[in-house]
T-cell receptor, first 114, second 116 residues
Framework: AQSVTQLGSHVSVSEGALVLLRCNYS??????LFWYVQYPNQGLQLLLK??????LVKGINGFEAEFKKSETSFHLTKPSAHMSDAAEYFC????????????FGSGTRLLVRP | GAGVSQTPSNKVTEKGKYVELRCDPI?????LYWYRQSLGQGPEFLIY????????DSGLPNDRFFAVRPEGSVSTLKIQRTERGDSAVYLC??????????????FGPGTRLTVL
């Protein structure tokens, strides 16, 4: 079975500061890992995903995440926060043998202070 | 092009009533998914369609929930005898259906269901 834990339901950063959103997962089989962003009144949008190969994954809007198998982590980072990054971020995992079924964490709301 | 659309955007009903939630996937996407997002939680998988058939309905919470996709495009999620605990945002997603890691799910804006 797979599960996802996102540490911190709310993270607040200043504009221009580093963004770090934490995600840890558990999976009994090789996982696929995802980060989605949800803006108010909009659907979830895929930021990036890890499937195989290079463990550092670059996504849209300057975000990236690194898959660390030894730490079972897939933390999301961005060097410099913009006001437009304020949203809710969800980490998700799926299994190679049931890749259609996304298991989501409970989400982290990112607040960006001017 | 058009994304996934869901109607209605908001639905308020009374306990015990029947509701239908509609999802229009992206044209050409053969796979369709329903998720439920309760307040303060991440989306929770309900059901997955490949074409017209439900390939995995293991996430449906009980037999009051049912979903159909008769022509392999539009899908309807049906909830009978609604309960206050059914209040949530119901999300629909679609994908090309090729399977594997290339098959990205695209989400609609959701239907917010409130059961009074």
């Amino acid at each position: 079975a797979q599960s996802v834990t996102q540490l911190g339901s709310h993270v607040s950063v200043s504009e221009g500061a580093l963004v770090l959103l934490r995600c840890n997962y558990s999976s009994s089989v090789p996982p696929y890992l995802f980060w989605y962003v949800q803006y108010p009144n909009q659907g979830l949008q895929l930021l990036l995903k890890y499937t195989t190969g290079a463990t550092l994954v670059k996504g849209i809007n300057g975000f990236e995440a690194e898959f660390k198998k030894s730490e079972t982590s897939f933390h999301l980072t961005k060097p410099s926060a913009h006001m437009s990054d304020a949203a809710e971020y969800f980490c998700a995992v799926s299994a190679v043998d049931s890749s259609y079924k996304l298991i989501f964490g409970s989400g982290t709301r990112l607040l960006v202070r001017p | 092009g058009a994304g996934v659309s869901q109607t209605p955007s908001n639905k308020v009903t009374e306990k015990g009533k029947y509701v239908e939630l509609r999802c229009d996937p992206i044209s050409g996407h053969t796979a369709l998914y329903w998720y439920r997002q309760s307040l303060g939680q991440g989306p929770e998988f309900l059901i997955y369609f490949q074409g017209t058939g439900a390939a995995d309905d293991s996430g449906l919470p009980n037999d009051r929930f049912f979903a159909v996709r008769p022509e392999g495009s539009v899908s309807t999620l049906k909830i009978q005898r609604t309960e206050r605990g059914d209040s949530a945002v119901y999300l629909c997603a679609s994908s090309l259906g090729a399977g594997g890691f290339t098959d990205t799910q695209y989400f609609g804006p959701g239907t917010r269901l409130t059961v009074l």
